[in-house]
C-alpha cells in the first residue's frame, strides 16, 4: 500500500471509531435495535483493520520450511468483501428505511435470519437445547410481528416463504450497494471481483497462482483496499444518521471528514 494510501486508510478508521465513539448512551426508545447497530459497526471495524494489517504483508519467521514472507491478496479480498456487505447490511436495515413500516419489516427479517441459521445446528448440551427452545419461542414472536407488517403482507407467497426461511434480503447485494449511493462500478463489477475470491472461481485461481513476485500480489490486493476505504466512508456518515452525536466527531476532527466525502464520492462515481 502506497504511503498516501496507508495514511487516508487510518484516518478513516480513526474518524469511524471517533464517531463511534460519541455514541455515549443507547436510546430508550429501542435499544435492542440500536444494540445490534452497534454490534454492526463493530464487525465493520473488525474487518477493515483486518484488511489493512494484512495489506502490511504476512510474515511467519519459524515456517518449518523456511520464511513465509507474502501478501496475503486473496484474504484481503475475502475479508474486504465481508466488510463491504457489512456497511450494505447497515444501511440497508437500519438506515435506508424512511418509514417504520418497511423499518420494521427489514429488521425483524434480518433478525429472523440469524434465528433461522441457528436451528440447524445440532444440539451438544441441555443448554443449547435450552437455547433453542427459548430462541423457537422469538422466532414464533417475529413471525407474529411480520405477519402484521403492512410491507410483508403485500409480499408474493414465494417471497414470504423465502423471508420465513430466513432469507431476509429481497434484492440482491449489487442493488442493495445501488440503493447505498455507489455506481455501477462499485457496486456490481468490483463486487463480483471480491466475491470470486470467497468463492475460488477460477480467475481468482489463476491470479494466485500467478501473482509470485510482491509487486504483483500488491496490485491485486488494491482494489479490495481502496472498496474497503469507500466502505468506511460510508459507514462514517450512515453512522451519524443513525447516531446524530457521531457529527461532533466531524466537527472535531474537519480533515479526516473530507478525506471520508471524498472516498464516499468516489464510490459515488463523481470524483476525478
Request: glycine share 6%; aromatic share 10%; hydrophobic share 40%.
Amino acid at each position: 500500500m502506497i504511503k498516501e494510501q496507508e495514511q487516508e486508510y487510518l484516518a478513516l478508521l480513526d474518524l469511524f471509531c471517533k464517531v463511534s465513539g460519541e455514541t455515549k448512551s443507547i436510546s430508550t426508545v429501542d435499544p435492542n435495535r440500536l444494540r445490534d447497530a452497534e454490534g454492526l459497526g463493530v464487525k465493520f471495524c473488525f474487518h477493515s483493520t483486518s484488511v489493512f494489517y494484512l495489506a502490511r504483508g504476512t510474515i511467519i519467521k519459524d515456517f518449518p520450511l523456511g520464511e513465509i514472507n507474502c501478501v496475503d491478496f486473496a484474504s484481503i479480498s475475502v475479508v474486504a468483501r465481508a466488510a463491504f456487505e457489512a456497511f450494505l447490511t447497515f444501511n440497508h436495515v437500519f438506515v435506508a428505511p424512511r418509514t417504520n413500516q418497511l423499518r420494521n419489516f427489514r429488521y425483524w427479517a434480518w433478525l429472523l435470519s440469524g434465528l433461522c441459521e441457528r436451528q440447524k445446528f445440532p444440539v451438544t448440551t441441555p443448554g443449547h437445547r435450552k437455547q433453542k427452545e427459548n430462541e423457537k419461542k422469538e422466532m414464533k414472536e417475529l413471525h407474529k410481528k411480520l405477519c402484521s407488517n403492512p410491507e410483508f403482507i403485500r409480499l408474493s407467497k414465494n417471497q414470504k416463504a423465502n423471508i420465513e426461511k430466513g432469507r431476509w434480503r429481497l434484492n440482491g447485494w449489487k442493488k442493495i450497494a445501488r440503493e447505498a449511493g455507489l455506481d455501477e462500478l462499485h457496486a456490481s463489477t468490483i463486487y463480483t471481483y471480491l466475491c470470486g475470491y470467497a468463492h475460488s472461481d477460477s480467475l481468482s485461481v489463476l491470479q494466485i497462482y500467478d501473482a509470485k513476485l510482491r509487486k504483483q500480489q500488491e496490485r491485486l490486493f488494491r482494489i479490495a483496499v481502496q472498496n474497503t476505504m469507500i466502505a468506511a466512508a460510508n459507514m462514517i456518515f450512515l453512522y451519524c444518521d443513525l447516531f446524530p452525536d457521531g457529527k461532533n466527531a466531524l466537527a472535531k476532527n474537519p480533515e479526516e471528514a473530507q478525506i471520508a466525502r471524498e472516498w464516499r464520492s468516489i464510490g459515488q462515481g463523481e470524483h476525478d
